[in-house]
């Protein structure tokens, strides 16, 4: 069992930087390196979406071709712990962001069904 845990979230203005970190509690003898890990977010009214990804010992990550070039995912996983360095924030960033983790990468990073557990989310606002 993996129980995850957003933050980082806030109010930026278009242009600014936030990073987000998400916390992962594992189960004793649970392998976090074990997850690959994704960045989800939800507008409203809007579907969740793809944002970025990483593999379980952080040697590949996949990004939304929307963020490509501003956004960078990253783990540590002695802390138990992904990241997600936002810079060059646009409005149309504004959302709720989830972190989610895949046992063993299951399936397509990019879609929702793939993963197996959620944070509760974090959210993020940038002001024009």
């Known amino acids: 069992q993996v129980q995850l845990v957003e933050s980082g979230g806030g109010l930026v203005q278009d242009g600014g930087s936030l990073r987000l970190s998400c916390a992962a509690s594992?189960?004793?003898?649970?392998?976090?390196?074990?997850?690959?890990m994704g960045w989800f977010r939800q507008a409203p009214g809007k579907a969740r979406e793809f944002v970025s990804a990483?593999?379980?010992?952080?040697?590949?990550?996949f990004d939304a071709d929307s963020v490509k070039g501003r956004f960078t995912i990253s783990r540590d996983n002695t802390k138990n712990t992904v990241y997600l360095q936002m810079n060059s924030l646009r409005p149309e960033d504004t959302a709720a962001y989830y972190c989610?983790?895949?046992?063993?990468?299951?399936?397509?990073?990019?879609?929702?069904?793939?993963?197996?557990?959620w944070g509760q989310g974090t959210q993020v606002t940038v002001s024009s």
């Open positions: 594992v189960r004793t003898g649970t392998i976090f390196s074990t997850y690959h």
């Open positions: 990483i593999s379980g010992i952080g040697d590949i990550t």
């Open positions: 989610a983790a895949s046992k063993n990468g299951r399936g397509s990073v990019y879609y929702t069904h793939s993963y197996d557990h």
